[in-house]
């Protein structure tokens, strides 16, 4: 722990909900809420929470949901029981009502209060930084970036980024969202489609047939029609298996400092999902906890009001390591941030020993080959500045 020096005038509010975390997915599901549980506890060892306002989120009302999704949507999310007996149904399968109950997207006890309470992190989130009482809001039981206006997808029921994002726009001109999960944000891309007021930029895995959700080409820039508003105002960098710190940092920065330059954001909302971490049970990335959170540092110095959402994230140990940091970097005592777990730590022994408790140390796992030549990276960068050409604010 380190003596907290709390900067003057600057505020983080701090995001979460103790009841949320503990909902299942099911017993082998990807997805554990208990990783947000694992998070804080390794921020609260560090002493974290005397740099931050805390708050238990309260959970969404239906009416707040409402404002992005639709009434027969929620109804039913409201009122739909877990099958007694779990089946095995693909969320491929097309007869599944509003894709709930597959093994993406499957029904368990107290889905509701999982989403709203999801959604409720984040909108409380969303108010601190319109109120102006926090420069920076931290929800990492948000970020469910997948979720459609009347579909779940992806693991994700409620699209709390949009109701978080539709917030800000009431005390904003523009907001920049930007997306870091490994997955595509498909979801809020979407619901921002038709609008020049929230531009999205999301990087990926991308692999049409063969990664989740297929979507999110290079070309894929908002709608072809140009008296559209919201044309040009959707941006993709689609990433092959293995990229590393470096490379991301270097697309990271040249994309987003060229959108910064041109759309001129009032705010940001940075979707922190850490499956784009190496190791990471689902993603494909070779990203660092140092790598992933540069991203954070970037968007920082910009001194814009920002949300940081969490969002996917599959190796609980590496999900903790990375949103500690990155909350350390939000209240600006990473350079206090020991490398070792301190011993007090609750939940420790999920942090394994012969990786030396590291917090920053590289993230064990099987390097991934970098299928990412740096010409193609270029050709990314080359695409994006063109496109931006089209956007003046
Ligand atoms: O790839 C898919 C869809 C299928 C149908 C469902 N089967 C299980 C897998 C193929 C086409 N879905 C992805 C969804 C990824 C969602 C990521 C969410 C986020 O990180 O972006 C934001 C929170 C997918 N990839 C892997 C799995 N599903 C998967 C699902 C399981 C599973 C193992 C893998 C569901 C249940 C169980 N195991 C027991
Ligand atoms: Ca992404
Ligand atoms: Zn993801």
């Not at 319109?130 to 970020?143: K, L, P, Q, V």
């Not at 298996?241 to 990271?252: C, N, P, R, S, V």
Request: glycine share 8%.
């Amino acid at each position: 722990q380190f003596g907290i020096v709390r900067p003057k005038g600057y505020n983080v509010s701090f995001h979460t909900n103790p009841e949320m975390e503990k909902h299942h997915f099911g017993q082998t599901h990807p997805m554990k809420p208990w990783r947000l549980t694992l998070a804080k506890s390794l921020i609260m060892s560090y002493g974290m929470p005397f740099a931050m306002d805390n708050y238990i989120a309260r959970a969404a009302t239906f009416e707040e949901l409402n404002n992005y999704h639709t009434h027969d949507y929620l109804d039913y999310l409201g009122t739909v029981l877990p099958e007694p007996v779990p089946r095995d149904v693909d969320s491929a399968n097309p007869d599944l009502k509003f894709n709930l109950g597959g093994s993406d997207c499957p029904l368990f006890e107290g889905l509701y209060d999982y989403c709203s309470m999801s959604a409720g992190g984040s909108l409380d989130a969303a108010r601190k930084v319109c109120n102006r009482e926090a420069d920076i809001a931290i929800s990492w039981g948000g970020g469910l970036h997948h979720a459609k206006k009347t579909e779940a997808s992806g693991f994700c029921y409620i699209n709390d980024i949009v109701l978080a994002i539709l917030q800000l726009l009431r005390c904003y001109p523009r907001v920049l969202y930007i997306d870091i999960d490994v997955h595509h944000g498909d979801g809020v891309e979407e619901a921002f489609f038709s609008t020049d007021r929230v531009m999205t930029c999301s990087f990926h895995k991308y692999d049409p047939c063969n990664f989740f959700p297929g979507t999110g080409a290079l070309e894929d820039n908002g709608p072809k029609n140009e008296l559209n508003a919201g044309a040009h105002h959707a941006i993709n960098v689609p990433l092959n298996d293995g990229i590393t710190d470096e490379q991301y940092a270097w697309l990271f920065d040249s994309v987003i400092g060229k959108i910064v330059e041109t759309f001129r954001p009032s705010a940001i909302a940075l979707q922190c999902g850490a499956d784009s971490l190496a190791g990471d049970r689902l993603g494909r990335f070779n990203l660092q906890v140092q790598g992933h959170g540069q991203c954070v540092a970037y968007c920082k110095k910009l001194g814009l009001p920002m949300i940081l959402f969490g969002g996917g994230g599959y190796t609980p140990r590496n999900v903790a390591r990375a949103w500690s940091w990155e909350t350390a970097i939000a209240v600006q005592c990473e350079d206090k941030l020991d490398r070792t777990i301190p011993a007090h730590t609750p939940w420790r022994e999920h942090f394994r020993q012969e990786e030396l408790l590291p917090t920053l140390e590289q993230i064990v796992g099987d390097p991934r080959p970098n299928k990412n030549p740096q010409k193609r990276v270029q050709e990314i960068v080359q695409h994006v500045h063109e496109q931006l050409r089209f956007v003046q604010h």
